[in-house]
């Protein structure tokens, strides 16, 4: 694929649409020239990696025959040790003092991750929280909102009482900034105050819609960890870089997949004995430079039509596919940890990959979440009696983890690198898979009995303040009776419109509609169907080994130990619950008396409604 050194720039540098500034300008949406790339690193590599493939392999360890292992393993797979270390991992040690900048801030994740932090360590520095604003004063206003006065701020605002907001002030710094502008859209002065006084960055910021246009998922998933890493390299102490992926960056992998971190280059479609009849994917090369190149050329002359982004959406999901990924949103953060690996040089790299985050287990109360998760308008619809089944393997697995557990996890990974870095040793790419495939899954079949039972203890009520009484979820294991249940039930609810209407004939536009809505579901249903039908299990030995080296002390106060998860209890009595609380805030708990009847609350709709907001 030509250097084997990633060069954004260049691939950049093609004509850009209007607003984007010169390489090495404070603000526009360009790239500086990385002048470290070559860096050389202390094994005698270069920073940039080389682009030569994936090196697959089997580990040792007992393992379920049936299951290949994608990954080369340094060695056989050890059990944790047992016990717990006395001294641990020096978690709140660590974290003392600590300086930190977090990109995403206002998000889902980024925000458990500042509360726990604050609430376990109040002697922790400073933490400049990333925010997109037009100036400093919309920043401060979104972090006051969005984090500050949250209610997953409760029990920090009950220990701090009226000193809370002055406690902040001495800890959280808005800072207006944008993960697509050079020096991530810090005005220099800032700027030059981070890069002397930041010890660890956490980059949250991403964009996690599956089918996004490519040109914007790949400017923020991609290109964006390429600026974030070119503005790490002016760090004067900076001790760890600290990515939060996905697990599902693995893409179309099948059975256990290591904790193996990218390398430029590597494409998932070249590691399958199967490709398509063309061999598409097995002569595919995968170069970055080309794929930033594409994407960015294709919006040259564009217009703000409708269609022209759709075209761009089609592109990113057939580039993914292409390579061996599921969708763009995978895609590209694949591409962003390779990006990062090749840029890394002697910077200590953690990159975190959680599965599907959901609702906190305990931590700082059970069941705090905000936004549509993966499952959760299913779950809501399901309740509400709009929706009675889905597409998904019963007898697969949904592979789940509370959001407290991922913080947890990723503060001890800081620790234990971040340690080690600053003695010398600690550098390198490391790897953490946050998942319960492997240990503790969470299969489809049992999830829908789980949502039965909690909905039949725990119905809804309709607008009369009776229960909704919900049937048994049905699941589709193919995109054919999928379909043909979409469009049965947009059929019987159309009917049900048209009888509520004393025999009136339904206009042209409603019945257009409708249809509209059924081909948007079987579309979002061929989204979903590589998560429903996910063959691939994450496993988790760097995570297990993690715990084993926590003291008791940490075990207690940073637990992450996805064992002993009780999915039952979880998804009946926390999930559901805080879906209610803290999503619905009240809203639907009396659903509609003619919702029922009418074709916009069929499942082909609420399931379109679904596709704009469900991320990973």
Known sequence: MGSSCVNLSRALAAPRRPGFAVAGRDHGRSVVALSSSSRRRADGGVSCGIANGYLGGLSGGSRPPSLPVHGKSSGPRSAPAPGDHADGLGIGEFLGGKNFLITGGTGFLAKVLIEKILRTNPDVGKIYVLIKAKDSEAALQRLQNEVVDTELFKRLQETHGKDYHGFIETKLVPVVGDVRETNIGIAPELADEISERVDIIVNSAANTTFDERYDVAMDINTVGPFRIMS??????????????????????????????????????????????????????????????????????????????????????????????????????????????????????????????????????????????????????????????????????????????????????????????????????MHVYHVASSTVNPLVFGDLSRFLFQHFTRNPYSDAAGQPIAVPPMRLFDTMEQFASYVEADALLRTARAGAASAGERLSQRFQELCAKSIEQTIHLGSIYQPYTFYTGRFDNGNTERLIAEMSAEEKAAFHFDVRSIDWTDYITNVHIPGLRKHVMKGRGVTASASASASPSSSSAAVLASVGATTTV
Not at 398 to 418: C, E, I, Q, Y
Request: glycine letters at 10%.
């Open 231 to 428: 503005f790490a390299h002016r760090f004067r102490r900076l001790k760890l870089f600290l990515q939060v992926s996905t697990a599902y960056v693995n893409g179309q992998r099948q059975g256990v997949v290591l904790e193996k971190p990218f390398r430029l280059g590597d494409t998932i479609g070249k590691e399958s004995s199967s490709s398509d009849s063309s061999g598409q994917k097995k002569n595919a090369v995968l170069d970055i430079e080309a794929e930033i190149k594409l994407a960015f050329d294709s919006r040259r002359h564009a217009d703000d039509s409708a269609s022209f982004s759709q075209e761009m959406k089609d592109l990113g999901l057939e580039r993914a596919k292409v390579h061996g990924w599921q969708d763009t949103y995978v895609f590209t953060k694949a591409m962003g940890e390779m990006v990062i690996n090749s840029m890394r040089g002697e910077i200590p790299v953690v990159t975190i990959r959680p599965s599907v985050i959901e609702s906190t287990w305990r931590d700082p109360f059970p069941g705090w979440m905000e936004g549509n998760r993966m499952m959760d308008p299913v779950v809501l619809y399901y309740g509400k009696g709009q929706l009675s089944g889905f597409l998904a393997d019963p007898d697969g697995v949904l592979d789940v983890v509370p959001a407290d557990m991922v913080v947890n996890a990723t503060l001890a990974s800081m620790a234990k690198h971040g340690r080690a870095a600053a003695t010398g040793s600690g550098g390198g």
